[in-house]
């Protein structure tokens, strides 16, 4: 039995990855995951997996991430690096919270903070 949201699932949650196995079990990396779907969300406004045959698909490796399905949304490749991590499909290979706040993609630019210092 798994618990949560089936699009927000882990793959450690569906079983893959060990994720069933009491011995492996699963780690906070399944939240890093979960901030992944919800950042595409977010990004694209939709679900970076709308049914479980692309979910498999990515897992499997015989699917790419998708990141320009018909939204004519493009993103820059430092954003795809950042969703690209959180999404990893290997637990092991998604960052820790302290390195997901450390991606460039969430640094402010330089420009960004100069336009702070003269606002104020």
């Known amino acids: 039995m798994h618990v ?7 793959p450690e949650g569906h079983g893959w990855f060990g994720g069933n196995n009491p011995k492996v079990g699963y780690s906070v990396t ?5 901030l ?14 709308p ?3 692309d979910f498999c698909g990515y897992i499997s490796g015989s699917m790419p991430l998708r990141f320009d ?14 969703v690209r991590g959180l999404l990893a499909a290997d637990p092991k290979s998604r ?13 402010p630019r330089d420009n960004e903070l100069q336009e702070e210092v003269d606002d104020s």
């Open 51 to 53: 049914n479980m045959a």
């Open 69 to 82: 399905q018909d939204s004519g949304i493009q993103l820059s490749e430092t954003c795809r690096d950042f």
């Open 36 to 49: 992944g779907v919800i950042s595409m969300e977010l990004l694209l406004g939709r679900q970076p997996f």
């Open 4 to 10: 949560g949201t089936s699009g927000y699932i882990a």
């Open 30 to 34: 399944v939240d890093i995951w979960s």
């Open 95 to 107: 960052p820790r919270a302290p390195e997901t706040l450390c991606h460039t993609w969430l640094r």
